[in-house]
């Protein structure tokens, strides 16, 4: 018996029982299909959050305090002094010359009220370089001046998800708000960027960096400075520049680690790549175990059908069948459960990608690699778990066999 009347009766053989065929493959075709989601939407989110990172600004240092550890984690231990202050900021600004801006920032959580309408936002301090370094454009109004910082006024920019919550059908502007208990004027609302990671950029309201430090919170120091380097060749510079004047700044010794962290965005983009795919790649061994029951599931109905069929085994063998004709049959019908069900899981999974498009606010990446390692994945786990009842229908004795009923 050649391949291709191998093929045909294998084939014949499954469409004999179609249901219990369809059912053996359900775990194939579930794990290909998760495989394909989860990796689908691993590298979507990961795509969309680096160009909404690189979307609030380019050439940018972010200056924290606190000693960075292994894995990008910046430590500040707990009742610690370490503090970035006003002063340091300033300091940047006067002795490096490789920085074009400078905007020291200070932000906690605070509830914000408008009539009846309550939301528990992040509240930004800081000053008005922030439209141009953190590339925050207004969309109606303006941002506060230099002289409602150094005045300490109560004005405030809302972003789109504070409109939405708190203004669904009124126009904010001129309308006053409270801030933990204190009342603030609209004077402008922010352009819409969208979320990324754990932080809402759209969820945040900003107000003068004095307001925030003197009125709201009673505190003194910084939570980041967010640097604007001159041009990309000087990055590294500028870091040493920021480096030497915060350890002067703090009066750091020679063999002292530094007291602060200072992170540009290939930093901070790199950190989540590697955070992202790890969790990506848990995901998807998660979905790849369905395709190991898959293939237990396979290899246990071809088990029941080798015992099943084990009569016809014996007639086969009897006129001429030889032991490999048998033995590629069963392996057969194992390989075609699993190419087919690897080719639903295929689709399944791409229609569930596009459903994710049509209704999520996600656009997930469909993976040509993604798409090729499962489908080989799903035909090797039709060969692994195939073999063991193909070897056993091959090896059965053929008076055994005539003799089973």
Known sequence: MNFRESFLTALAALIANKLRALLTMLGIIIGV??????????????????????????????????????????????????????????????????????????????????????????????????????????????????????????????????????????????????IAGQSFEVIGVLESKGQSGFQNPDDQILVPLSTAQRRIFGVDYLSQISVKVAGDHLMDQAFLDIERVLRREHRLREDADNDFTIRNQADIIATFQETQQTFTFLLAGIAAVSLLVGGIGIMNIMIVSVTERTKEIGIRKAIGARRNDIMWQFLIESVVMSVVGGCMGIFVGLLASYLITSYGNLTPIISLNSIAVSFLFASLVGVFFGIYPAWKAATSNVIDALRYE
């Open 33 to 178: 299909a998760a495989v394909i989601t989860m990796i689908a939407i691993g590298e979507g989110a990961q795509k969309a959050v680096i160009e909404r990172i690189q979307s609030l600004g380019s050439n940018l240092l972010f200056v924290s305090p606190g000693a960075q550890r292994g894995g990008g984690i910046t430590v500040v231990q707990f009742g610690s002094s370490v503090r970035m202050r006003n002063p340091d900021a300033d300091a940047i600004r006067a002795r490096v010359n490789t920085v074009e801006s400078i905007v020291p920032e200070f932000n906690r959580n605070a509830q914000v009220k408008y009539e009846n309408r309550n939301w528990n936002t992040r509240i930004i301090g800081t000053t008005p370089e922030y439209e141009t370094v953190r590339n925050f454009a207004v969309v109606a109004g303006r941002y506060f001046t230099q002289s409602e910082v150094v005045g300490v006024a109560k004005v405030c920019l809302l972003g789109n998800n504070i409109v939405e919550n708190l203004f669904p059908d009124v126009n904010p502007l001129g309308k006053t708000i409270r």
